[in-house]
């Protein structure tokens, strides 16, 4: 189906089941211990040996030798996979670093042997006898000394520059020239990185934990240098990703590897302290922001640059992106710098460019209101724009910044707040408020699906969309619900099978929209098909209660299948409309903190999220969504740093006992409100991405607030104790 012109009145806006509080179908599932993830697949292949990962012991050089008698000859042991015995392997597209590297090292831990044994105990006792013997040579890890000589990124990532900042930003009677940074963050996802792998002679079969089944089967099968038609991928159930298992990764080159070279099912999971640095992880950044207004908060000039580092060949950090087109401003300015690091590989984590994006525009913004002495919600609603600002003449879809901003000042008591930071007390604890506007684009790509119609009147949906504890089951089985006229428990949801019709995926907040809309492009396909079995006009034809109607007559849908059952397969395809509007999600975050005032602990008090992103699809997973994204930003904004060992180029907090985040003692109360709103540019489920919406903004917020509690205006991320102790105001 392509879809190429705003959706009118179709079956989804009955909202029957669309659109409804429904619980996840896959939750007794989760909550029983029998849902399958990757490492407990003992149902689908029995007797499996072990593989224990070696990562190398240095950030930068060459493996010199490497010592493999001790392993092989210890208990248990089935095989020992390096490079030099794996063969000529490729590399995926979306990869950067090698994943099975020898006998150049490019990054700290990176994968350089597997050790195949009967049990994970023999497996792991093995690869600590595995003797090697490097070559280290000097490397780059500190992003600040490396900021001089960063240039501009390959690939597209260009500069914008509209009008003339220099000139308007040097006339501008109100200015602010600024730096803030953030830190090198990991995933931290409970579920590790995790696969089982095993050939059927020249066909492999895995079973992993990974957001996006096309990609990764391609990838798989391009390092294997094998045709892509003899690789199936298996991944009905992720606990947890954030972008960290977007990508192939080093398990699951190696548990195939590994399977190959001991003649068995072969399982293989990323330990912990691994997962830091051997897979992926959202990048430091160092980023300017100036903004000249006039006197009255009209931004004239608006620039944002960004400096973040990777591996070469690797991308920069996106972090300009929504500066691009939250605020109005003639004249504006942003480019992004990549400088050559050799740390593990940056890449895509939850909100990848808005987050760490707007945890610095978000505090310029609070900065620059105060300076003209205007309220910061006052002022982002005096910078709204509906276009875009460097291409007037292109609108948004829908924009309801002002809505949410000040639906949410008046929800959270925001006419309360002491302008004057460092002022308002409860008991030992400083209070503030802060505010920052969320944003967040809104990402099209085509997806497919197969449904299917038997003959007890059950709907099957199969598509390889996967559910990395977002949802998708339930939005899916809603959809097909939706359209074909039965009830939910009447539909079965089948994901995460790389044998089904190639989905969205998981990612960028772009896989419940698109997903749902492929699930639908395939019941307008069947929906037509059981029209013309029963002789109806497909147009006319209306599904409901397990009936197909039209006119004065009335048959079960069930009739319809016959013995044999209907099947259809489509999938959607987007025109140029989103080249003709720009389709964003809007949001606004509120904040309140307490900070004592002796010792600088930063308490978050409540939190709210008003959220415009399309049509909800369900409220109920949606919130889910929100309040997790929030709890991220949390962990962003106060805790959350991987410290790097700029000498020995590695991150020395990598594990979750080292890395921290958010546990159920720091947040507080978390409320959730959607707009309502439907986009009909958008697609035709009329719906947008929320997931990472929610986690963008919240750390501004987080910091404004603690500027307003205690007049300490902090501009590297995490906000940490010791960053205020010493300019906290006097205790009285």
């Known amino acids: 189906m392509k879809f190429d012109t705003p959706a009118t009145t179709n079956p989804i806006d009955r909202l029957a089941v669309v659109g409804k509080p429904t619980p996840r179908i896959d939750g007794p599932l989760k909550t029983t211990g029998t849902a399958p993830y990757a490492y407990e697949r003992h149902d689908a292949v029995p007797d499996a040996a072990y593989g224990y990962i070696v990562g190398s012991a240095i950030a930068k050089g060459r493996i010199s030798a490497m010592d493999l008698a001790d392993a092989k000859a210890a208990p248990g042991v089935l095989a020992v996979v390096t490079a030099e015995t794996a063969g000529t392997l490729g590399k995926g597209r979306m990869n950067t670093a090698t994943l099975l590297g020898g006998p150049e090292i490019e990054h700290y831990h990176q994968a350089i042997a597997l050790v195949v044994a009967e049990s994970f105990e023999q497996a792991r006792a093995a690869a600590a006898l595995v003797r090697v013997t490097y070559d280290r040579t000097d490397g780059a890890f500190d992003l600040a000394k490396a900021k001089d000589g960063a ?11 509209v009008g003339d900042f220099a000139g308007a930003f040097a006339a501008a009677p109100v200015t602010l020239d600024a730096t803030y940074t953030t830190p090198d963050q990991t995933h931290a996802m409970m579920e590790p990185h995790a696969t089982v792998a095993a050939w059927d002679g020249d066909r492999l079969t895995v079973w992993l934990s990974n957001q996006m089944i096309a ?16 690789v199936r991928l298996i991944s009905p159930f992720v606990g947890g990703g954030f972008g960290g298992k977007l990508f192939l990764r080093a398990d ?26 051997n897979t992926t992880h959202r990048p430091a950044t160092i980023q300017r922001i100036r903004i000249g207004a006039e006197r009255d908060g009209t931004i004239t000039a608006i620039a944002h640059e960004s400096w973040s580092g990777n591996l070469s060949g690797g991308d920069p950090e996106t972090a300009v992106d929504q500066t691009k087109l939250l605020y109005a401003g003639a004249n504006r300015l942003t480019a992004l710098r990549l400088a050559r690091l050799d740390l593990p590989e940056g890449n895509a984590m939850r909100a990848p460019g808005e987050a760490p994006g707007l945890m610095a525009l978000e505090i310029a913004m609070d900065e620059m209101a105060e300076k003209l002495g205007l309220d910061p919600v006052e002022f982002r609603i005096r910078n709204d724009t509906q276009v875009d600002p460097a291409q007037p003449d292109r609108p948004f879809s829908q924009r309801q910044l002002v809505e ?20 308002s007390r409860d008991g030992h604890w400083l209070t503030g408020l802060g505010v920052a506007a969320a944003f967040r684009n809104n990402l099209l790509t085509k997806s497919a699906a197969r449904v299917r119609l038997d003959k007890q009147g059950r709907v099957t949906v199969e598509t390889d969309m996967t559910d990395i504890g977002t949802g998708s089951y339930t939005i899916i089985a809603q959809t097909a619900a939706e359209m074909m006229g039965v009830e939910l428990d009447r539909v079965t949801v089948r994901l995460g099978d790389s044998s089904f019709p190639a989905s969205a ?25 059981v029209a013309g079995k029963l002789g109806f006009n497909s147009a006319d034809a209306v599904f409901a209660d397990g009936e197909v109607r039209a006119g004065n007559r009335s048959i079960p849908l069930a009739q319809a299948a016959g013995d044999d059952g209907l099947a259809a397969e489509d999938g959607i395809e987007y025109g140029d409309l989103d080249k003709r509007y720009q389709q964003s999600t809007f949001g606004a975050h509120f904040v309140e903190v307490g900070v004592d005032a002796a010792t600088a602990e930063v308490r978050v008090r409540r ?6 992103a ?3 699809l369900n409220p109920l997973s949606a919130r889910s969504q929100v309040i997790g994204a929030m709890t991220m930003g949390v962990g962003a904004a106060l805790m959350e740093e991987l410290a790097v060992d700029r000498r020995a180029g590695f991150f020395v907090n990598h594990d979750l006992a080292g890395y921290e985040v958010p546990v159920h003692a720091d947040i507080p109360h978390q409320e959730v409100i959607f707009l309502d709103e439907t986009d009909p540019i958008s697609s035709p489920m009329k719906a947008k991405g929320v997931g990472e919406l929610g986690l963008c903004g919240v750390g501004a917020a987080i910091a404004n607030a603690v500027y307003n509690a205690t007049g300490v205006r902090v501009r590297d991320y995490p906000v940490t104790l010791d960053k205020l102790l010493d300019r906290m105001p006097e205790v009285g």
């Not at 907040?509 to 395939?522: E, L, R």
Request: some cysteine.
């Open 614 to 616: 399309g049509r909800i």
């Open 505 to 529: 995926g998981s990612g960028g907040q772009w896989g419940a929209n698109n997903s749902t809309a492929g699930v639908y492009a395939a019941c307008v396909k069947l929906r037509e098909a």
């Open 252 to 277: 699951t080159v190696l548990a195939a590897l590994g399977a190959r070279a001991a003649g068995r099912p072969v399982k293989v999971t990323l330990q912990r302290p691994l997962i830091a640095n």
């Open 151 to 161: 240039t501009k990124p390959e690939g597209g990532k260009s500069d914008s520059d």
């Open 215 to 230: 990609w990764t089967t391609g990838d798989l099968a391009r390092t294997l240098k094998m045709p892509k038609e003899k």
């Open 607 to 612: 939190m709210l999220a008003v959220c415009a």
């Open 404 to 423: 949410c901003l000040r639906q949410g000042a008046d929800r959270f008591g925001w006419a309360k707040r002491n302008p004057q930071p460092g002022k």
